[in-house]
């Protein structure tokens, strides 16, 4: 008889960092993109701003706050740094309300969003997390409710593309 050990549950962690890693690789693809390619950049523009935003949302209505009653109070400071990056981001993104590849600025505002975005996956990775799975959150209820929310937002961002 095996005595393999059945895999944990999926939870909001494991789930925020697939998230991670499906940003990266719209970061990757672009500085891979051919210079005037104008279409493809402004679709993974688009489609890393929607990641990035859903990603930001979940984070700060089902995990920041529980976290930050749950970690000891020196190390709320990571999240309170987190919640400052993603208004950082969130800046940026806005830019692109009004840019299109091509433009002056363009490139540039992404690229200083892929700093900013890879310093943060950075900082939660290697000090946030490990924090937040040493509480007692259940990090699997929260991220049953983070994938309820995922799909309506994905759901939001597909209706609003479609209104366009």
Sequence with gaps: MSTAQTPRPIDALDMLEADHRAIEQLFDAFERTERNDFERKNTLVQRACELLTIHAIVEEELLYPLAQNALAADRRVDV?????????????????????AGEDGFDAT???????????IDEEETTLFP???????DLVAIGAKMAARMAV????????????
């Design 153 to 164: 937002l994905r759901e939001h961002f597909a209706e609003a593309a479609t209104a366009h």
């Design 80 to 100: 309170d740094e987190a919640y400052v990056e993603h208004f950082l981001m969130k800046t940026l993104i806005e830019r692109f309300a009004n840019l299109s």
């Design 110 to 120: 992404f690229k200083v969003l892929r700093e900013n975005a890879a310093h943060h």
């Design 131 to 137: 924090q937040v799975r040493k509480t007692p959150m």
